[in-house]
Every structure is written in C-alpha cells, then in structure tokens.
Nanobody, 124 residues
Framework: QVQLVESGGGSVQAGGSLGLSCAAS????????MGWFRQAPGKGREWVAV??????TTYADSVKGRFTISRDNENTLYLQMSSLKPEDSGMYYC???????????????????WGQGTQVTVSS
C-alpha cells in the first residue's frame, strides 16, 4: 500500500504564504486520485483541494483563488497557499486512493491512504 509523507507546514502571519509537499512511496501520477484535507481543533476533517486521476482540480470555496494544488509526473503532490488567513490554521493531510472518481474525491471518507499530517498555523 502507498505511504504518504507531508512536509512544509509551519507558522506564518496572516497574508503570508506556505507551500506543502506530499511524497508518496510509489508512483502515483495518473494512478491515484489525491487531495489535501485539513482539520482544525474540535472540527471535522474538510477537503481543501483535490486532483483526481484525470488531472483536473477542484477547490473548496474557502480557498479558491488563494491555494493551488499540483503534482509532478512521478509521486509528489503540492499545495501552494497564499494570502493565508487565521481560519486556514489546522493540521493538513494528504490523501490518496486508486478507485475514487469525480465528486467523490471531495469526501475524506472515500480515501484509503493518508499521511501523518503537517501543522499550519496562521496568526493575525
């Protein structure tokens, strides 16, 4: 099974930028749908941005225009975050799955593989 390792989290002031990476243990390009999800203390896990196997991208309304998801042609997924807000704070997780398609990519419970998460803290 694929293993995922996130990196790049940290602390930043509101309006700043951060970039996250997710390295998979095997080749994922066009083989896995992948996405970024986040979870704030006391809240459920929510989707941020996803990239299904076909390479399309979908963003949550809360991050549209500020975050960009991308992947290389091997095994790494990225999330570039700009104009960060305090409400963007939380643990960010990378997820992957071979079987899900389309709108189901937005639902965290559809993914079988998860990274350990990386913390993002945005101060006002």
């Amino acid at each position: 099974q694929v293993q995922l390792v996130e990196s790049g989290g940290g602390s930043v002031q509101a309006g700043g930028s951060l970039g996250l990476s997710c390295a998979a243990s095997e080749y994922t390009y066009k083989m896995y749908s992948m996405g970024w999800f986040r979870q704030a203390p006391g809240k459920g896990r929510e989707w941020v941005a996803v990239m299904p196997r076909d390479g399309s991208t979908t963003y949550a309304d809360s991050v549209k225009g500020r975050f960009t998801i991308s992947r290389d042609n091997e095994n790494t997924l990225y999330l570039q975050m700009s104009s960060l807000k305090p409400e963007d704070s939380g643990m960010y997780y990378c997820a992957a799955d071979q079987l899900i398609r389309g709108q189901y990519c937005n639902f965290p419970d559809q993914y079988n593989y998860w990274g350990q998460g990386t913390q993002v803290t945005v101060s006002s």
